[in-house]
Each structure stands twice: as C-alpha cells, then as structure tokens.
C-alpha cells in the first residue's frame, strides 16, 4: 500500500505507475514516484491547486510533495520522431488504456491505493522470468524506446523478447532511430554508462542495427566495450574507457554529435592521445615522465589526471601505475627554496630541475 497525500484533497482516483511499482516489487529502493489521476481534467487538477508543468501534455506537480502527477493519456503518432504525438487526456480515458502506452511491459503496472497491482499486460510474469518485452505495437512509434530498452538491459540483465527485438529492427529500417535528436542520445548514453552492465546497452543497439548508425566507430568486440562494467561507474571515467581506441578525429566527431559536456571529452581525448604513446612509461627518463606530467597539466589539475590514471590502469596497469608513483614523487617534492630564491620564469625552471632531480633519484633505486 502506498501513503498518497492527495486522496485527502483529491476525489479522482490516482495510481503509482511505472518504474515506482517495478522497483518496489523488485525490493529496490524507489527514488521518485510518478502518479497517473484517472477521471480528471485540466481544470480540475488546477482547481485542486495543482501546478502545471507539461508543455505537449497536462502534467502537475503536487502542491504539497511536488511529485508528479500526470492525467491519463492515450497518444497517436502523427510524425517522425519522439515529438511526433498527439494525446487524448480526457476525463474518459482508463487506467488501462494509458498503460497500454507505456513501453515495456514491466514499465506497465499501476498500483492501487490499497497495494493491489493492476497489470494488464503481464508485466510481473516478464519481471519474474527477466525479459524486456514492449506492450503494444506503438513501441515503434518512438525511437527513444530503443534506448530505454537497451539501458534496463544494462541496468538489470535482463534478455529482450524476440518479438521485441524484430520490431525493433523494424523501427531501424524504417528511418526512425534517424530522426533521434542528439540530446536524448547522450541523454540515455549517459544513464546507461552508470549502469552494472554498460555493454548491454551496446548489446542490444547492435542486435537491432542501431549501432552503426548511432555509434559507427565503436567496435562490440573491441576492448572498450569489453572493459566497461570493470571501470568505475562515474560516466567520465567509463565514456574515456568506450573510446579509448578510436581514431581520435572520430572522438571528436562523436562528441560534437552529440553534445557530450567538455569534461568528459577532454578526459577521453587525453586517454585515447596518451595511453597507446606511453604504454611504455616505464622506460622514460625523468625528463620525459615530467613533461608528460605538464602536457597532461597534472600539477594542476590533479583530479583530472588521476582520472586518466584510472582509466588507463584498465589496459595497462604495470605502465601507469609506474607513472602514478613517478607523479607522487615530483608532486611531493620540497619546492619551498625554489620560491624563495627564485623570481619570475625562474621560480618555474628551478622546480622542474627540483622535481626532474626527485624523479632520477627514485628511478635508480
């Protein structure tokens, strides 16, 4: 059962619908709640003193726990693309028929507010067996879907339905994961790539032909893909690791596509330029291991480069974690005399000969 603060204020029926119901009968944590009110219209909801959000279809924010609550909603395709939809949110329209929109079957529960699961759509026999499977034909009407399906692949394991899967090849075909903006791409790249098993996600574009189209450069049988769910789930971290070996115009390319944030680019331009060059870091001298230090700019950007360390350890660890201890040395080295002897351009060239001196004492031991 679940404590709904609006059935005190509110004579519709509301249900908890989606991910909320999946993940309490899935014994995870839930961490926000998403409510459906059957019965009601536009009026109606403002009139109870709800606030209104949703531009293309009547979404409220409760105006006590600010959750969101959506009014009941059938949809119909009328173009290309996740925007393409016209929507019906009439006092008429069921519980039913607005799960019946919904993605994946196990995405397509409700639950009363007594507790009782209204799933017409069989989600809780495919969360039991762990099988993604789409509800309703209109899963080929957004390309979006594609994606989702391939992150609670990557977030949970779970195998997709074959009749899944044809449809959506058959949404591939058509055009439709063309017409997918670049935002939403990145915007579910980025959650899966936090996920326990990123490769899936990957899995599951190239099962469908979406791979080529949206990720060309990036082979499934490349070490990339293969090291992910071993690196750290932090999205900079892993997205450095996905792209490590491609061409680096091509990393470039990708994250002006998709309008991947800066510093997440930066960190894998650096891996993918310095971790084929350096893979024998071992053997430079101490001139050397110090000018890699400040072409990384790793004095002073110190969590940056720790990053690159990281990222890098996954493919080469005896290699960089020579450099990690080279770093220490120079970082830790006394460099109070150098300021207090030295003045202007001089103060920086008598701590690189501090530190060059540090590091060839530590090499030869």
């Given amino acids: 059962m679940y404590d709904d603060p609006t059935m005190s204020i509110l004579s519709f029926k509301t249900y908890l619908v989606g991910g909320a119901v999946r993940d309490q009968l899935l014994g995870l944590p839930v961490k926000e709640k998403d409510w459906v009110v059957v019965g009601a219209s536009l009026h109606d909801m403002l009139q109870k003193g709800f606030r209104q959000v949703g ?23 009328i173009g290309k693309g996740y925007t393409g939809f016209a929507f019906n949110t009439t006092p008429n329209v ?58 609670f692949a990557a977030r949970f394991g779970f195998s997709i339905a074959p009749e899944t899967l044809d449809l959506m090849r058959d949404m591939v075909k058509a055009g439709e994961v063309d017409a997918l903006v670049s ?20 899995q599951a574009l190239s099962d469908c032909g979406a791979m080529p189209i949206l990720f060309p450069n990036i082979e499934m049988d490349g070490a990339g893909i293969k090291t992910l769910s071993h690196i750290e789930p932090y999205v900079h971290l892993r ?53 890699l230090f400040q072409h990384l700019d790793a004095f002073r950007r110190e969590q940056r480069f720790k990053d690159f360390l990281k990222v890098c350890n996954e493919f080469d660890s005896t290699s960089f974690n020579h450099l990690n201890q080279a770093y220490d040395i120079a970082k830790n080295t006394d460099i109070s005399e150098a300021t207090k002897l030295y003045q202007g351009k001089a103060i920086a060239e008598e701590i690189h000969n501090m530190r060059c001196k540090a590091i060839k004492a530590w090499l030869s031991t």
Avoid at 55 to 77: C, M, S
Avoid at 195 to 200: A, V
Avoid at 246 to 261: M, V
């Fill in 55 to 77: 531009k293309d279809f009547p979404v409220f924010l409760h105006p006590k726990t600010q959750e969101e609550y959506a009014l009941a909603r059938k949809e119909r395709k």
């Fill in 239 to 291: 997205f450095a690791g996905l792209v490590h070996d491609i061409d680096y115009k091509e990393i470039k390319s990708l994250c002006e596509r998709y309008k991947i944030p800066h510093d997440i680019r930066d960190l894998a331009l650096l891996v993918n330029k310095y971790l084929r060059d350096y893979k024998n870091a071992r053997h430079l001298n101490a001139e050397e291991l110090l000018n």
């Fill in 183 to 202: 935002e939403r791409v990145w915007k579910e790249l980025e959650r899966a790539l936090k996920e326990p098993r990123p490769q899936l996600f990957f």
């Fill in 94 to 151: 069921t519980l039913e028929e607005d799960l019946l929109r919904r993605d994946i079957t196990i995405n397509a529960m409700a639950m009363a507010e007594d507790g009782t699961i209204i799933d017409p759509y069989h989600g809780q026999e495919d969360l039991k067996k762990g099988i993604l499977r789409h509800v309703s034909p209109a899963f080929a009407e957004d390309p979006v879907r594609i994606l989702r399906i391939g992150r």
